[in-house]
């Protein structure tokens, strides 16, 4: 069965430095995808990355970098330098491609509360 | 501004009434989602419509009643709720196969007294 575990509930650091967020999947597809969403205070969640699981190579988006590691399972999230505005809750998610079709959903994590303070 | 948009921001209402969330996109997506967010819980999958039709239904007690006119819009229909079913109810839309993801409305906080 998928399942997501965000291990971190909350985690909270001092205005810049570095964070890393925690994601494990399970599942006994080949093929699938991964993502990860931010929910700001004002609640809706925001795409952040999405990964496909033939694709290894590390991304880094300003401030933000994502680290894809099949043999382990995990796609963890890194903050570098983090901001009193990186203060939200961070979900990893995992989609599974079926063979005919996609599948129409996503399964997520339980979320990790960052908070960082001035 | 996000591409979904839900209507009420927020809503209180007693248990013997009756209301109904909006959800809105035109994104020209074909699939739509309701989940549900506790506090210190899981997001949790509600119901899932595809070009309109039901295609999942996460064993949701028959008080939260949706209904889908059109691949644009999604309603929750709610009557006599209990305070445990207050939340932040999500409605998300996504392309009809996921490897895009979802993209989100900002919710509607529902109270129930």
């Known amino acids: 069965a998928q399942k997501v575990t965000q291990a971190q509930t909350e985690i909270s650091v001092v205005e810049k430095e570095d964070v890393t967020l925690d994601c494990v999947y399970e599942t006994r597809d080949t093929t699938y995808y991964l993502f990860w969403y931010k929910q700001p205070p004002s609640g809706e969640l925001v795409f952040l990355i999405r990964?496909?699981?033939?694709?290894?190579q590390n991304e880094i988006s300003g401030r933000y970098s994502w680290n894809f590691q099949k043999s382990t399972s995990s796609f963890n999230f890194t903050i570098t330098a983090s901001q009193v505005v990186d203060s939200a809750v961070y979900f990893c998610?995992?989609?599974?491609?079926?063979?005919?079709?996609?599948?129409?959903?996503?399964?997520f994590g339980t979320g990790t509360l960052l908070a960082v303070q001035p | 501004e996000t591409g979904v948009t839900q209507t009420p921001r927020h809503l209180v209402m007693g248990m013997t009434n009756k209301k109904s969330l909006k959800c809105e996109q035109h994104?020209?997506?074909?699939?739509m989602y309701w989940y549900k967010q506790s506090a210190k819980k899981p997001l949790e999958l509600m119901f899932v419509y595809n070009f309109k039709e039901q295609t999942e239904n996460n064993s949701v007690p028959s008080r939260f009643s949706p209904e889908c006119p059109n691949s644009s819009h999604l309603f929750l229909h709610l009557h006599t709720l209990q305070p445990e079913d207050s939340a932040l109810y999500l409605c998300?839309?996504?392309?009809?196969?996921?490897?895009?993801?979802?993209?989100f409305g900002s919710g509607t906080r529902l109270t129930v007294v």
């Open positions: 990964r496909n699981s033939f694709d290894e």
């Open positions: 994104l020209g997506h074909n699939a």
């Open positions: 998610a995992l989609s599974e491609v079926n063979y005919g079709g996609a599948t129409n959903k996503l399964i």
């Open positions: 998300a839309s996504s392309q009809d196969r996921t490897v895009y993801g979802y993209t």
